[in-house]
C-alpha cells in the first residue's frame, strides 16, 4: 500500500489562468530558491565531498512530487511507492536505502531527506536533497568495497524513516545511525545542513505561495512541467527515430576479476513515446558494481543530458516523463535482486551518459557527443595520525570531458555539471598528504576536430601510514571517438615507494597499505574525440603543442608536422594529411578502439594486467527467474 498524505485542509486547488509575466517570476523564484539550498548546504556542511566538490542534489517538487527544479532529483515517487506509513504536518523523512525507494537513491553513502511542504494544513510541494556521507560504516573506510557481495557489507541501512516526526526529532534513531558510522561529527553536521537546505525551500514555497496564492503558486508548477513535456516531445519526435537503434557499451570489470560487463540498449519511438529497451544487458555482478537503476531516475538522466545537448535555456524537470518508457529487465546488473551489493555503482552511473550520447546520437549524428561522461572517480585515504587521531579522506576524481559538436572537450572535468575539485590547499591542511603534481595528461585526449578533453594525473604524497582505496574505470576499454574522432586514453594508477620501486595498481582495489613518503599517481581517462582530425586547424594543435595539451609526437595523431620552434610545417602537414587520409579509408560513426575481443587480446600488453574472465551468470539468470515467477 502506497504513503498516505494526512492533511487537515482537504480544500482542492481550483483551476486558475496564470498569465506569462507571474508564471516568469514564479520559476525564478523557485530556481533561486534551489540554488540558496545549495548554498545553504556548502556553507555549513563539515566533510569535504559536499563542502568543497558538492556532491549534493537538491530538489523541489510539485504537491504531487514531480521534480519542477533540481539538478539530478525525482525521488519523491520511488520514496511514495516504498513508505507504507502516513505523512503529516512537520514529517521529515531521511532514507538510504535503495531497495526501500525503488532506486530512487542508489547507494548508501548517499543520505536522502524528503519533506512535504504545508501551507495552511494541506500540502502545496515537497523539497528533498541527498548528500554523499564520507562514512555510513562497513566493512572499509569510506563504505565502498569492492569486493562486497552483499549490501548488508556496505554499512548501515535506513530505510524510509521520520527522523523528524510532526516537527520533532527523533533524536534516539539520529544518534543509533551515528553510532554506526565512522565519522559521526561530520555525518551529524552533514545531517543538519542538509536539513536546513530544505527548510529554506519550505520558507521560499511558503513565501511565494503567500504573495501569488495557493492556487496560483500550484498551477505556475504545473505550468513548469509542461512547458518542459512540450520542448521535450519536440526534442524526442526531431532527434528519436521510430527504426530501432541499437548500441553496447561496457564497464570493464567488477573488482573481483569478471568482466567486461555489457550494457546493450536499444531505442525507437512510438508515436510521441521514446521507448528505451535494456534487454541483452549483462546479469548482475557478484561484487558490488552494480547499479540499481530507476526507471525514473533514467528519466531524469535523459532530459539533463537531453537538455543540456539540444538547449539548456529549457528548464530541466519531470513534466515529459509520460514521454519516455524505460525497460530494464530483473536480475540485470542494471537492476540486481537484493540483496546484491550496491556501493561501487558510479561505474555504471557513469557509463549510462556514454550509452546514452552513443543510442540518441544514431539519430542525430552531427549532435553526436564523443565517450567521456565514463564514471567518477573516487580516491579514498585514511589512517590514524602522529597524534593518534583518525583521519579519513573521500574524494572524487575528474576525467576528460569528450569532444562534442560545439567544441573541445574540457581537460580534467566533472562528469556532473555542479561539481568542483577540492582545492589543493584544502587538502593539504586537513590531510596529511601533500599534492606533488596536478596537472594535464598530454595526448590522453582523443584527436579530432573537436579534441577530447585530457585526463589528470594527481600525485599523491603521503605523510603518514594508512590504507587507500581506490575506484576507477576505463582501463581497459576506451571512451570511443565519434564521427572521424580517435578514442581517448584509458585510466591507470601508480604506487611509487619512498624507496623507488613501482607498484601498478589495479582501477577497483581496497586496503591498499602506504607508507609515509610513498607517492600515488591517480591518472584518469580522456575525452574521445569528436569529427575527423585532419581537418582541424593546425595553429589549433599547434598551441594545444605549446600549452602542453598535445606532444609533438601526438600533434602528428592530427596529421600535424612541426618545425623546432613548433610552428606549423605547412607543406610536411599536407603531405601527411593526404598520406593519412587516403590510407585511413572512410571516416567511421565510432572508434572505440578495436572489438572487446581485439582489446581483451591486447590488454596484458597494454595495461600490465590480465584480461578479466568472462563474468559468471547462470546463478544470477535463475535467482532473477525464480523470483519473477514467484511474484507473479
Given amino acids: ?32 530558491a534551489r540554488y540558496e539550498m545549495d548554498a545553504v548546504l556548502f556553507r555549513t556542511a563539515m566533510s569535504p565531498g559536499i563542502r568543497e566538490q558538492h556532491d549534493e542534489f537538491p530538489m523541489i517538487a510539485n504537491n504531487d512530487g514531480k521534480m519542477v527544479v533540481g539538478q539530478f532529483g525525482s525521488f519523491i515517487y520511488g520514496f511514495m511507492e516504498g ?58 573506510p569510506g563504505s565502498l568495497p569492492t569486493d562486497a557481495h552483499q549490501i548488508y557489507e556496505e554499512g548501515i541501512m535506513i530505510p ?33 545542513a542538509i536539513i536546513a537546505s530544505v527548510r529554506l525551500a519550505e520558507k521560499r514555497c511558503i513565501e511565494i505561495a503567500t504573495r501569488f496564492g495557493d492556487d496560483v503558486f500550484i498551477e505556475a508548477m504545473e505550468q513548469m512541467l509542461d512547458r518542459n513535456k512540450l520542448a521535450m516531445g519536440a526534442i524526442i519526435k526531431m532527434f528519436v527515430p521510430e527504426k530501432k537503434v541499437y548500441f553496447e557499451d561496457y564497464i570493464c570489470d567488477d573488482g573481483v576479476g569478471m568482466g567486461p560487463y555489457k550494457i546493450a540498449c536499444t531505442l525507437w519511438r512510438e508515436g510521441d513515446v521514446a521507448i528505451f529497451d535494456f534487454a541483452g544487458t549483462d546479469p548482475q555482478s557478484v561484487s558490488s558494481v552494480n547499479f540499481l537503476l530507476n526507471e525514473e531516475m533514467f528519466k531524469m538522466f535523459l532530459g539533463a543530458f537531453t537538455i543540456n545537448l539540444f ?25 540486481p535482486m537484493k540483496p546484491a551489493a550496491l556501493s561501487c555503482r558510479t561505474h555504471l552511473l557513469g557509463r549510462i551518459f556514454d550509452i546514452m ?24 585515504y585514511s589512517g590514524y595520525d602522529k597524534d593518534g587521531e583518525w583521519f579519513q579522506l573521500y574524494q572524487i576524481g575528474f576525467g576528460g570531458i569528450p569532444g562534442r559538436p560545439v567544441g573541445d572537450g574540457p581537460d580534467g572535468h566533472s562528469l556532473w555539471p555542479s561539481f568542483t575539485n577540492v582545492p589543493n590547499e584544502f587538502l593539504e591542511a586537513y590531510f596529511p598528504l601533500r599534492i606533488e603534481t596536478y596537472e594535464s595528461i598530454p595526448d590522453s585526449g582523443g584527436a579530432g576536430l573537436h579534441r577530447g578533453g585530457n585526463g589528470i594525473c594527481t600525485g599523491y604524497r603521503f605523510l603518514e601510514p594508512g590504507e587507500v582505496s581506490i575506484h576507477d574505470d576505463r582501463w581497459l576499454t576506451y571512451p570511443w571517438g565519434v564521427n572521424g ?31 609515509e613518503g610513498d607517492i600515488l599517481y591517480f591518472n584518469t581517462w580522456g575525452g ?20 602542453g595539451l598535445v606532444t609533438t609526437k601526438g600533434a602528428k595523431r592530427y596529421g600535424v608536422v612541426l618545425n623546432a620552434d613548433d610552428s606549423v610545417d605547412a607543406v610536411a602537414t599536407e603531405e601527411l594529411r593526404a598520406e593519412m587520409t587516403e590510407k585511413r579509408g572512410d571516416v567511421q560513426l565510432f572508434d572505440f578502439g578495436g572489438t572487446i575481443d581485439e582489446i581483451k587480446a591486447r590488454c596484458k600488453e597494454e595495461t600490465g594486467f590480465d584480461p578479466p574472465r568472462a563474468p559468471v551468470f547462470q546463478k544470477w539468470h535463475n535467482v532473477a527467474a525464480k523470483r519473477l515467477e514467484a511474484a507473479e
Fill in 1 to 32: 500500500m502506497p504513503a498516505k498524505i494526512i492533511q487537515k485542509n482537504t480544500k482542492k486547488f481550483k483551476k486558475v489562468k496564470v498569465d506569462p509575466v507571474t508564471l516568469d517570476i514564479i520559476e525564478n523564484a523557485l530556481r533561486n
Fill in 83 to 140: 513508505y507504507e506509513g502516513d505523512i503529516e504536518e512537520g514529517d521529515i523523512f531521511l532514507t538510504n536505502d535503495p531497495y526501500s525507494c525503488r532506486g530512487a537513491i542508489s547507494h548508501l553513502p548517499d543520505w536522502l531527506i524528503m519533506m512535504p511542504i504545508y501551507k495552511d494544513h494541506r500540502v502545496i510541494a515537497w523539497a528533498a536533497m541527498f548528500g554523499h556521507m564520507t562514512d555510513v560504516g562497513g566493512k572499509v
Fill in 160 to 192: 524510509p524513516t521520520k527522523i523528524y516526526k510532526k516537527g520533532k526529532l527523533n533524536s534516539e534513531i539520529l544518534e543509533l545511525i551515528l553510532h554506526n558510522c565512522r565519522l559521526p561529527e561530520w555525518n551529524r553536521a552533514d545531517f543538519n
Fill in 311 to 335: 538547449d539548456p535555456q529549457i528548464l530541466f524537470n519531470d513534466g515529459f516523463y509520460d514521454l519516455v518508457d524505460v525497460r530494464i529487465p530483473a536480475g540485470s546488473i542494471l537492476k
Fill in 357 to 380: 550520447g552513443g543510442v540518441l546520437g544514431q539519430g542525430a549524428p552531427d549532435a553526436l557527443n564523443a565517450a567521456g561522461f565514463s564514471d567518477s572517480p573516487h580516491f579514498m
Fill in 485 to 515: 574522432g580517435t578514442p581517448g586514453g584509458r585510466s591507470n594508477k601508480l604506487l611509487v615507494r619512498k624507496d623507488g620501486t613501482e607498484e601498478r595498481l589495479p582501477s577497483k582495489c581496497d586496503h591498499v597499505k602506504v607508507e
Fill in 528 to 547: 574521445g574525440g569528436w569529427g575527423d582530425p585532419f581537418k582541424r586547424d593546425a595553429e589549433l594543435v599547434a598551441r594545444d603543442v605549446r600549452r
